[in-house]
């Protein structure tokens, strides 16, 4: 079993959806959370970054973490074709450095 | 401010060759990751420089290497290239935190490796 599962998709939606991204993981030690953006051939970039549980928005992004069920979110409000992109979940420890433990990533795209 | 920067864009080796891949990190960063990410897959961690030393590593063979230099810089090396070595290389510069390794992680546009 992988430590982060996160749906690949493709996921399809109008423009102007709501659109909702998940992961869930098994390593109850994860305490920092990550959403990245990768566009092709393209490196990750950072989208929203939590702490612990709890909620963070930022513009048309919230990201929510619920650690008792082990499951987090990334909601994309009033979707734009430019929000197409590949979307990777990604999550480490308090003391384990820098690994990260990324998601398989979940394909969406945004339809005009 | 420029911000992680990887160097080549693409590279086509073939089985058995050596490569060496570089980064450069954001100004004010002095930890370097990187991350191998296969088509399809998230990246996978290979391993994190600091102070010139390999603090951490992960379940990747000792055909990988790496370098960090004292201005920050870092190179993978990979010996005997695999078919299977073909993927994306992501460098990820950071800030080293007492006590929790690293702050945040800014990802590089990655080199592309194709092993023929």
């Known amino acids: 079993q992988k430590e982060v599962e996160q749906d690949p998709g493709p996921l399809s939606v109008p423009e102007g959806a709501i659109v909702s991204l998940n992961c869930t993981y098994s390593?109850?030690?994860?305490?920092?959370f990550m959403w990245y953006r990768q566009y092709s051939r393209k490196g990750p970039e950072l989208l929203m970054y939590?702490?612990?549980?709890g909620n963070k928005e930022d513009g048309r992004f919230t990201a929510q973490v619920d650690k008792s069920s082990k499951y987090i979110s990334l909601f994309i409000r009033d979707s734009q074709p430019s929000d197409s992109a590949t979307y990777l979940c990604?999550?480490?420890?308090?003391?384990?450095?820098?690994?990260?433990?990324f998601g398989q990533g979940t394909e969406l795209s945004v339809k005009p | 401010d420029a911000g992680v920067t990887q160097s080549p864009t693409h590279l086509i080796k073939t089985r058995g060759q050596q490569v060496t891949l570089r980064c450069s990190p954001k100004s004010g960063h002095d930890t370097v990751s990187w991350y191998q990410q296969a088509l399809g897959q998230g990246p996978q961690f290979i391993f994190q420089?600091?102070?010139?030393?390999?603090?951490q590593r992960g379940n990747f063979p000792d055909r990988f290497s790496g370098h960090q230099f004292p201005n920050y810089s870092s190179e993978l090396n990979v010996n005997a290239l695999l078919l299977g070595d073909s993927a994306l290389y992501l460098c990820?510069?950071?800030?080293?935190?007492?006590?929790?390794?690293?702050?945040?992680?800014?990802f590089g546009p990655g080199t592309r490796l194709t092993v023929l």
């Open positions: 939590t702490y612990s549980s």
């Open positions: 990604a999550m480490r420890t308090y003391n384990q450095g820098g690994k990260l433990i």
């Open positions: 990820a510069s950071s800030q080293w935190t007492s006590g929790r390794g690293t702050d945040t992680q800014y």
């Open positions: 390593n109850s030690a994860f305490q920092y």
């Open positions: 420089y600091y102070e010139e030393e390999e603090r």
